[in-house]
């Protein structure tokens, strides 16, 4: 079966520009992560959606980063505007279950973002 | 709060070597833990995890890790390494209390394999 895929895998913008990052998960699978990973860090969960509702966004920074994931399918991660520390890989991740089965999750690429 | 340390940022081995690479959580309860391994340019992909049950757990590509209530950790064992298995290691505890599948890393291992 297909993986899950991301588009760009590499983007260069200047601060205060917009990005958006795109994701298809693995078909059929209910639950789509964002995570962020700083050079030299873990992933870091940004958001979660179950479906097409989300789940936990709790260190989403939501006075510039925005997601939404449409039809309970594809998902879209958006930074507006963008700051230097926002540079990092976004990764994207789908588990075929949902509440804590989820935990099994198959990641994407990646995206990596750096901001001048 | 939940964390997963993973003391040693750096790991050099030579091929055919055995391979531990350490990991400690902190939480209340009985965990959920994952080891995960990153290739360059690649996303994560899940080496083994560990839910319940027998302490030594199994996975993918020759890897095991065995479960330390006791320690509080989750080290990760492989007995011959090879040249393919450079490459980042991360550790995750399943934070359980959120009760949607939340995953904590830590801040990885990278592996270097002399020849």
């Known amino acids: 079966e297909a993986g899950v895929a991301q588009s760009p895998r590499y983007k260069i913008i200047e601060k205060r520009q917009s990005v958006a990052f795109w994701c298809n998960p693995i078909?059929?699978?209910?639950?789509l992560y964002w995570y962020q990973q700083i050079l030299g860090q873990g992933p870091k969960l940004l958001i979660q959606f179950q479906n097409n509702g989300v789940v936990d966004d709790s260190q989403l920074p939501k006075d510039r980063f925005s997601a939404e994931r449409l039809k309970g399918v594809d998902s879209t991660l958006k930074i507006q505007p963008a700051k230097l520390e926002d540079s990092a890989v976004y990764l994207c991740?789908?588990?075929?279950?949902?509440?804590?089965?989820?935990?099994?999750?198959?990641f994407g690429p990646g995206t990596r973002l750096t901001v001048t | 709060a939940q964390s997963v340390t993973q003391p040693d940022i750096h790991i050099t081995v030579s091929e055919g070597a055995s391979l531990e690479l350490r990991c400690n959580y902190s939480?209340?309860?009985?965990?959920?833990l994952f080891w995960y391994v990153q290739s360059p340019g690649q996303g994560l992909q899940l080496l083994l995890k560990?839910?319940?049950?027998?302490?030594l757990v199994q996975g993918i590509k020759g890897f095991e890790a065995e479960f330390k209530r006791s320690q509080s950790s989750f080290n990760l064992r492989k007995p011959s390494v090879h040249w393919s298995d450079a490459a980042e290691y991360f550790c995750?505890?399943?934070?359980?209390?959120?009760?949607?599948?939340?995953?904590?890393f830590g801040q990885g291992t990278t592996l270097q394999v002399k020849p």
């Open positions: 995750a505890v399943g934070a359980i209390s959120s009760n949607t599948g939340k995953l904590i």
């Open positions: 991740a789908s588990s075929p279950r949902a509440g804590p089965g989820s935990y099994e999750q198959y």
């Open positions: 078909s059929g699978h209910a639950t």
């Open positions: 939480y209340g309860a009985t965990p959920y």
């Open positions: 560990y839910f319940s049950g027998d302490t």
